[in-house]
């Protein structure tokens, strides 16, 4: 029991019965416990999985029994081929270690993998719904092929058949393309970035249409690496369109959903980059064969109208003899014409000179003259009766305008008497009072008076 409990000091342990303190039994227990499990590995399921903005995972390992507190620091987050979900079956390999601050013993993950095929599995089903989620195997996303790819890049390693592959379809179908190989290790530890480094690489170089990125055959393990997160994401950044080509047509990888084309095999993928270019030339060669068919119709037409235009020249002679005995006749309908018109219009002038001639125009002319002395007699007896009239009406209405003026009644002797204001006419002596100024408005002028004393009018 005393070495269970080992101090890591040199002071004496306490008397057996002596209490111990907390910290000092927790550090005795981490001793421990760090000492005799430094290197284990559980299998279990996951459970309250949770990642922290520092990065660190914390879950729980559970099985039908008992559960482990478990924490993989953020470091050791980064190399994980998969993402953590709650109920996945895992093995994780670490250390046993004790969290002094709540007295609680956890495993300490350096390693994690899914357990057996069907954690695998799991694991690969899980991160297919996340970048699914996301919009990465989106068709609205999807890149069209070139039509002419002229620079080609591939990512595949060099000691396997896919990039001999690869290169014979290429060289033998499309000798034109410049095929550009970038080797990257396409199974086992760091394969993953082994391909990313590589699709980094191309992406740098100009000019790049198209990039097939694969490998050949094998196992679920050995294609392993092409379900990584990351591979994923790089090739969904890349700036052109990349076919993926893993395994053997039955194979399905993240990367085949995340690409723009996915190929049944390497050869398979070169296939399909030189399809677009037959299918290209094929349309050249239609093009042609119609373009030719619609020239030679046009020469054809062409021809059968100048055999047409030969023939009616060779009419011409024939037409032309035909218009000039037109010419003529119509001539001598014309002259006929023109005589009948003439000959008309002589009629109509001996009929109009004698209409004429039997006018006499001196006795219409002095009838016309007398008519018109008569009406200018007329109007000026007509004038002078209305200008009298006038007259007189206009001397009667002066003299009824005189005799209703009050400048006329003025001046006959009369005065007008206005108040001070001169706004109002004064009527009645029993308006004003004395004292009070007045204005007196006579024929030739105005007075300014003051009144000093006022009669009532006494007639009854």
Same mark, same amino acid.
């Given at each position: 029991?005393?070495?269970?409990?080992?101090?890591?000091?040199?002071d004496?342990?306490p008397?057996?019965?002596?209490?111990?303190?907390v910290?000092?039994?927790?550090?005795?227990?981490?001793?421990?416990?760090e000492?005799e499990?430094?290197?284990?590995?559980v299998e279990?399921?996951?459970?309250? +999985?949770?990642?922290w903005?520092?990065g660190?995972?914390?879950?729980?390992?559970?099985?039908?029994r008992?559960?482990?507190?478990?924490?993989?620091?953020?470091?050791? @987050?980064?190399?994980?081929?998969?993402?953590?979900e *709650?109920?996945?079956?895992?093995?994780a390999?670490g250390?046993?270690?004790?969290? *002094?601050?709540?007295?609680?013993?956890?495993?300490? +993950?350096?390693?994690?993998?899914?357990?057996? @095929?069907?954690?695998?599995?799991?694991?690969? #089903?899980?991160?297919?719904?996340?970048?699914?989620?996301?919009?990465?195997?989106?068709?609205?996303?999807?890149?069209?092929?070139?039509?002419?790819p002229?620079?080609? /890049?591939?990512?595949?390693?060099?000691?396997?058949?896919?990039? !001999?592959?690869?290169?014979?379809?290429?060289?033998?179908?499309h000798?034109?393309a410049?095929?550009?190989v970038?080797?990257a290790?396409?199974? /086992? #530890?760091?394969?993953?970035?082994?391909?990313? !480094?590589?699709?980094?690489?191309?992406?740098?170089?100009?000019?790049?249409?198209?990039?097939?990125?694969?490998? &050949?055959?094998?196992?679920?393990?050995?294609?392993?690496a092409?379900?990584?997160?990351?591979?994923?994401?790089?090739?969904?950044?890349?700036?052109?369109?990349?076919?993926?080509?893993? &395994?053997?047509?039955?194979?399905?990888?993240?990367?085949?959903?995340?690409?723009? @084309?996915?190929?049944?095999?390497?050869s398979?993928?070169?296939?399909?980059?030189?399809?677009r270019?037959?299918?290209?030339?094929?349309?050249?060669?239609?093009?042609?064969?119609?373009?030719?068919a619609?020239?030679?119709?046009?020469?054809?037409?062409?021809?059968?109208?100048?055999?047409?235009w030969q023939?009616?020249?060779?009419?011409?002679?024939?037409v032309?003899?035909?218009?000039?005995?037109?010419?003529?006749?119509?001539?001598?309908?014309l *002259?006929?014409?023109?005589?009948?018109?003439?000959?008309?219009? &002589?009629? !109509?002038?001996?009929?109009?000179?004698?209409?004429?001639?039997?006018r006499?125009?001196?006795?219409?002319?002095?009838?016309?003259?007398?008519?018109?002395?008569?009406?200018?007699?007329?109007?000026?007896?007509a004038?002078?009766?209305?200008?009298?009239?006038?007259?007189?009406?206009?001397g009667?209405?002066?003299?009824?305008?005189?005799?209703?003026?009050?400048?006329?009644?003025?001046?006959?002797?009369?005065?007008? +008497?206005?108040?001070?204001?001169?706004?109002?006419?004064?009527?009645?002596?029993a308006?004003?009072?004395?004292?009070?100024?007045?204005?007196?408005?006579?024929a *030739? &002028?105005?007075?300014?008076?003051r009144v #000093?004393?006022?009669?009532?009018?006494?007639?009854?």
């Amino acid at each position: 029991m005393s070495d269970l409990f080992a101090l890591p000091f040199d002071d004496e342990p306490p008397a057996p019965d002596a209490p111990w303190t907390v910290s000092d039994l927790t550090a005795a227990i981490r001793g421990t416990l760090e000492g005799e499990f430094s290197a284990v590995a559980v299998e279990g399921e996951i459970s309250n +999985c949770r990642q922290w903005s520092s990065g660190h995972l914390y879950f729980t390992l559970k099985d039908e029994r008992a559960q482990l507190r478990a924490v993989m620091f953020r470091t050791t @987050v980064r190399t994980l081929r998969f993402r953590p979900e *709650d109920g996945l079956r895992v093995v994780a390999r670490g250390r046993l270690g004790v969290y *002094d601050a709540k007295g609680e013993y956890q495993l300490i +993950c350096d390693a994690l993998d899914p357990h057996g @095929v069907g954690a695998r599995q799991a694991a690969f #089903e899980a991160l297919k719904r996340q970048l699914q989620a996301e919009g990465l195997f989106d068709q609205t996303r999807k890149r069209p092929l070139p039509t002419l790819p002229r620079r080609i /890049g591939v990512v595949t390693s060099l000691d396997g058949a896919a990039v !001999r592959d690869i290169v014979r379809v290429l060289v033998t179908r499309h000798p034109t393309a410049r095929i550009l190989v970038r080797a990257a290790r396409v199974q /086992g #530890e760091g394969a993953a970035d082994d391909v990313i !480094r590589a699709l980094r690489a191309i992406a740098r170089v100009p000019d790049i249409d198209v990039v097939i990125v694969g490998r &050949g055959g094998g196992s679920a393990e050995d294609l392993w690496a092409f379900n990584d997160e990351r591979l994923a994401r790089a090739i969904a950044a890349m700036p052109m369109p990349v076919i993926s080509a893993v &395994g053997h047509e039955v194979d399905f990888t993240i990367a085949d959903f995340v690409a723009d @084309v996915r190929a049944a095999t390497p050869s398979n993928a070169a296939e399909i980059v030189v399809d677009r270019a037959d299918n290209f030339v094929s349309r050249i060669d239609r093009a042609d064969r119609r373009l030719r068919a619609a020239l030679a119709l046009a020469l054809a037409r062409r021809a059968q109208r100048l055999q047409q235009w030969q023939a009616r020249l060779r009419r011409w002679p024939t037409v032309l003899m035909l218009r000039d005995r037109d010419i003529h006749q119509v001539h001598r309908r014309l *002259d006929r014409a023109i005589a009948a018109r003439l000959t008309a219009d &002589g009629q !109509r002038y001996d009929r109009l000179r004698r209409r004429l001639e039997a006018r006499d125009v001196r006795r219409v002319a002095a009838a016309l003259a007398t008519r018109l002395a008569t009406a200018r007699a007329r109007l000026d007896a007509a004038i002078t009766r209305r200008r009298l009239e006038a007259a007189a009406r206009t001397g009667a209405l002066a003299a009824r305008l005189d005799a209703l003026s009050p400048l006329s009644v003025l001046g006959r002797g009369y005065a007008v +008497c206005w108040n001070a204001t001169r706004d109002d006419i004064i009527r009645s002596a029993a308006t004003v009072q004395t004292g009070d100024r007045v204005r007196v408005t006579l024929a *030739d &002028g105005e007075l300014a008076c003051r009144v #000093e004393n006022t009669t009532a009018d006494q007639r009854t």
